[in-house]
């Protein structure tokens, strides 16, 4: 993991010119706290802390912090679209970014509210969708109809009747809470590049 091999690079720097922590923290200007949360790869250090340990170490080591958000950012990437595990499952949604979340929860101390955000979104999403058709309408039954219905209503002379009157409208919601869900995901995936904020809505505060 590259946030740790900037921790070891700093540690094996300190260590190379026989600096205590102690020492390190006086010749940086960083309080010693913040060297020893470094050292121990707990969080992630700003770039004024790295460019101070930079010059008392006289070794350039911010090519590594930089390495060490984009690899975040990338990581964290791949937690928002493993949402899209929904389509195979709806529960899926919210229980396979919560698994990597839990797994990696160190690498992703700084985004803990966004995902939080996002796995409210997939419950409520969830609640929404088990709810529509007036409680429990079996899953597998309306992933093998819901294209046939959609293509049915289409080429019928009267949709709306169709919709209104034969019982089956509840799958037009459906399709319609499935292409906002990816729309959503997608959206927020692709915001943690354009520095935009991330939000996941509507949703529940379940997990907080």
Not at 181 to 192: C, E, G, M
Request: glycine content about 4%; some cysteine.
């Amino acid at each position: 993991m590259i946030h740790h091999m900037l921790s070891q690079k700093i540690k094996e720097l300190r260590t190379q010119k026989n600096l205590s922590q102690e020492k390190l923290s006086e010749l940086s200007g960083i309080s010693l706290r913040t060297l020893q949360r470094i050292e121990k790869n707990e969080g992630t250090p700003t770039a004024d802390s790295i460019s101070k340990l930079s010059l008392a170490l006289q070794q350039n080591i911010t090519g590594l912090l930089e390495k060490d958000v984009e690899y975040k950012k990338q990581q964290l990437k791949i937690l928002f679209l493993s949402a899209l595990s929904f389509l195979i499952f709806p529960l899926l949604g919210a229980i396979v970014p919560s698994i990597i979340w839990v797994w990696k929860k160190e690498l992703f101390s700084e985004s803990g509210d966004s995902i939080k955000s996002l796995i409210n979104f997939q419950i409520t999403w969830n609640i929404v969708f088990f709810l529509t058709p007036f409680f429990i309408i079996p899953t597998i039954y309306f992933l093998l109809n819901m294209i046939l219905t959609l293509i049915y209503t289409i080429l019928s002379y009267n949709p709306i009747y169709y919709f209104t009157n034969s019982g089956d409208g509840h799958y037009f919601v459906w399709a319609i809470l499935y292409i906002f869900n990816v729309y959503v995901i997608i959206k927020n995936t692709w915001f943690i590049d354009q520095k935009c904020n991330i939000t996941f809505s509507p949703k529940f505060q379940i997990i907080k």
